[in-house]
């Protein structure tokens, strides 16, 4: 069956599959939307195989529309409803996309690209669409065929865009189920974007085992997701690093009680320590998981339980169900404990590669593997730990300089909320290093003080040459601090 009869199959339908800040959402409803669009794609002449996107942010309707995509052999292209209008028409052109479903805000903010094109527009009377008949599973459906476009979070000089099969779909659908134990009972609170690979991973496994996702599109108000969270009485949370930093360091979340929260899951690049030291601190009563995932990877990789987040702080733990992870060296040999290699890995969540790039793609995917591109080491027991990425080691006077290892250092410092470490270049030493600091709501920490953090706690090859203080680090799409925007920053400072 298709990726769609296969998230919608288990769900009951009086249960409610969203919950807003507008009302909720049953499952049946959900269906009864989603026959009805894809009806409408049918209807202007859509076919297997063309692709739609999607323009628009979180809601029921988002989901629905994505679902109608999948049902009818269409490919799903979801789109940030943050990009630049540039960016918009060149993944637009780019992907070949015949229709494009957005929503009122979406339609104001990029009305240019809608001429030449079929859209239809996401509006909450659909909310009261007639039931039209869910058809039944297709029994002969290739599940190699392409389920959806999903851009990459890096920066290239066209758009990147990942393949993700419907087997793709289903089969990390089903790893993440089972280490997390998903049932229908779950109440999951959604601040990420279902544009982005973790957010739509939050949204295929909830629908998966007919829980319920609650979304809220104000993370800039964290107090009002906890709000939230508190009166839906969520069992579950799902972060980036910088959601965690805002909720730890700037919000009233470490004092809330929240006696639902059960489950928290954080991926979407490293957490650093001591954060996460705080973050168990905060949340005794619940199960902390420590992921690791890539786009090209469909979403998930690798997971930490939760009963090691002690005694393996710091690491991504092994592969999840079905998911083969090795660490290997220049030569593809795997790495003992104390050296570092690249990541690399094997299932059948891994993307058949990127459209319309076959030498990105021979780079990345080889031999029915994937290479990551990160670099970590293992300790004795096979567990996994980052280092950073190749793109973001710092070489200065001969040294090779993890990013990651300042950065935990300088989070270390209770009145900083994030911090991001990056190299700018320097005709003595290769590169220096820069750190970038967002302080805590009336914190007067001092560069002075920084430096003297640093000095007691990192050898002086590690000490940053400067340090500078920002309102906000500058995030992508996803929420992951863009360094290369940092480096332009200081470069013409």
Same mark, same amino acid.
């Given at each position: 069956?298709?990726?769609?009869?296969?998230?919608?199959?288990?769900?009951?339908? !009086?249960?409610?599959?969203?919950?807003?800040?507008?009302?909720?959402?049953?499952?049946?409803?959900?269906?009864?939307?989603?026959?009805?669009?894809?009806?409408?794609?049918?209807?202007?002449?859509?076919?297997?195989?063309?692709?739609?996107?999607?323009?628009?942010?979180?809601?029921?309707?988002?989901?629905?529309?994505?679902?109608?995509?999948?049902?009818?052999? +269409?490919?799903?292209?979801?789109?940030?409803?943050?990009?630049?209008?540039?960016?918009?028409?060149?993944?637009?052109?780019?992907?070949?996309?015949?229709?494009?479903?957005?929503?009122?805000?979406?339609?104001?903010?990029?009305?240019?690209?809608?001429?030449?094109?079929?859209?239809?527009?996401?509006?909450?009377?659909?909310?009261?669409?007639?039931?039209?008949?869910?058809?039944?599973? $297709?029994?002969?459906?290739?599940? $190699?065929?392409?389920?959806?476009?999903?851009? @990459?979070?890096?920066?290239?000089?066209?758009?990147?865009?990942?393949?993700? @099969? /419907?087997?793709?779909?289903?089969?990390?659908?089903?790893?993440? &189920?089972?280490?997390?134990?998903?049932?229908?009972?779950?109440?999951?609170?959604?601040?990420?974007?279902?544009?982005?690979?973790?957010?739509?991973?939050?949204? /295929?496994?909830?629908?998966?085992?007919?829980?319920?996702?609650?979304?809220?599109?104000?993370?800039?108000?964290?107090?009002?997701?906890?709000?939230?969270?508190? @009166?839906?009485?969520?069992?579950?949370?799902?972060?980036?690093?910088?959601?965690?930093?805002?909720?730890?360091?700037?919000?009233?979340?470490?004092?809330?009680?929240?006696?639902?929260?059960?489950? &928290?899951?954080?991926?979407?690049?490293?957490? /650093?320590?001591?954060?996460?030291?705080?973050? +168990?601190? =905060?949340?005794? *009563?619940?199960?902390?998981?420590?992921?690791?995932?890539?786009?090209?990877?469909?979403?998930?990789?690798?997971?930490?339980?939760?009963?090691?987040?002690?005694?393996?702080?710091? =690491?991504?733990?092994?592969?999840?169900?079905?998911?083969?992870?090795?660490?290997?060296? !220049?030569?593809?040999?795997?790495?003992?404990?104390? *050296? @570092?290699?690249?990541?690399?890995?094997?299932?059948?969540?891994?993307?058949?590669?990127?459209?319309?790039?076959?030498?990105?793609?021979?780079?990345?995917?080889?031999?029915?593997?994937?290479?990551?591109?990160?670099?970590?080491?293992?300790?004795?027991?096979?567990?996994?730990?980052?280092? $950073?990425?190749?793109?973001?080691?710092?070489?200065?006077?001969?040294?090779?300089?993890? =990013?990651?290892?300042?950065?935990?250092?300088?989070?270390?410092?209770?009145?900083?909320?994030?911090?991001?470490?990056?190299?700018?270049?320097?005709?003595?030493?290769?590169?220096?290093?820069?750190?970038?600091?967002?302080?805590?709501?009336?914190? +007067?920490?001092?560069?002075?003080?920084?430096?003297?953090?640093?000095?007691?706690?990192?050898?002086?090859?590690?000490?940053?040459?400067?340090?500078?203080?920002?309102?906000?680090?500058?995030?992508?799409?996803?929420?992951?601090?863009?360094?290369? !925007?940092?480096?332009?920053?200081?470069?013409?400072?």
């Amino acid at each position: 069956m298709n990726a769609a009869d296969y998230f919608l199959r288990n769900a009951c339908d !009086e249960a409610p599959a969203f919950i807003t800040t507008e009302g909720q959402v049953a499952y049946a409803q959900l269906k009864a939307i989603c026959a009805r669009l894809a009806d409408e794609l049918t209807g202007c002449g859509i076919r297997a195989g063309q692709r739609v996107a999607i323009l628009a942010k979180n809601s029921p309707l988002w989901a629905a529309a994505y679902l109608a995509i999948l049902k009818i052999g +269409a490919v799903a292209v979801p789109i940030s409803n943050l990009y630049p209008l540039e960016e918009v028409q060149r993944v637009l052109d780019f992907a070949e996309c015949k229709f494009l479903f957005l929503d009122k805000p979406a339609q104001v903010k990029y009305a240019s690209v809608c001429s030449g094109l079929s859209c239809f527009l996401l509006e909450n009377n659909l909310l009261q669409a007639d039931s039209t008949p869910w058809l039944a599973p $297709d029994p002969g459906f290739d599940l $190699d065929s392409d389920a959806a476009l999903m851009p @990459t979070s890096g920066t290239t000089a066209r758009p990147r865009l990942v393949r993700v @099969t /419907h087997r793709n779909l289903q089969a990390n659908t089903e790893s993440i &189920i089972e280490y997390l134990e998903l049932t229908a009972a779950e109440r999951m609170m959604v601040v990420l974007p279902f544009y982005y690979c973790y957010g739509a991973s939050l949204l /295929h496994t909830h629908l998966r085992v007919g829980a319920t996702l609650v979304i809220s599109n104000t993370f800039a108000y964290p107090e009002t997701v906890l709000d939230m969270m508190e @009166t839906t009485q969520c069992t579950g949370l799902a972060g980036v690093p910088s959601t965690y930093q805002i909720l730890l360091r700037n919000s009233s979340f470490p004092k809330r009680e929240l006696p639902r929260l059960r489950k &928290i899951q954080q991926a979407g690049g490293k957490l /650093h320590n001591a954060l996460l030291q705080e973050l +168990a601190a =905060s949340r005794p *009563q619940a199960q902390i998981y420590v992921m690791y995932g890539q786009t090209e990877a469909t979403a998930r990789l690798s997971y930490l339980p939760p009963e090691l987040l002690q005694s393996k702080i710091g =690491s991504i733990g092994r592969g999840i169900p079905g998911v083969s992870l090795k660490v290997l060296d !220049e030569n593809g040999k795997q790495i003992q404990p104390g *050296q @570092t290699g690249e990541i690399v890995a094997w299932g059948q969540n891994i993307s058949p590669g990127y459209l319309d790039d076959p030498e990105a793609s021979r780079e990345k995917f080889r031999n029915g593997a994937l290479y990551t591109g990160d670099l970590a080491t293992v300790d004795e027991d096979g567990y996994i730990y980052i280092v $950073d990425r190749k793109s973001d080691f710092i070489k200065s006077f001969g040294h090779r300089i993890s =990013s990651y290892e300042i950065e935990s250092c300088l989070l270390q410092i209770p009145q900083v909320v994030s911090a991001a470490v990056v190299g700018l270049p320097d005709e003595q030493a290769g590169e220096q290093i820069a750190a970038f600091l967002v302080r805590k709501t009336g914190a +007067a920490l001092t560069e002075q003080d920084v430096l003297r953090h640093c000095q007691t706690r990192l050898p002086r090859h590690m000490l940053p040459q400067s340090v500078i203080f920002l309102q906000a680090l500058p995030l992508n799409a996803h929420g992951k601090v863009l360094k290369s !925007e940092l480096r332009k920053m200081k470069a013409t400072a």
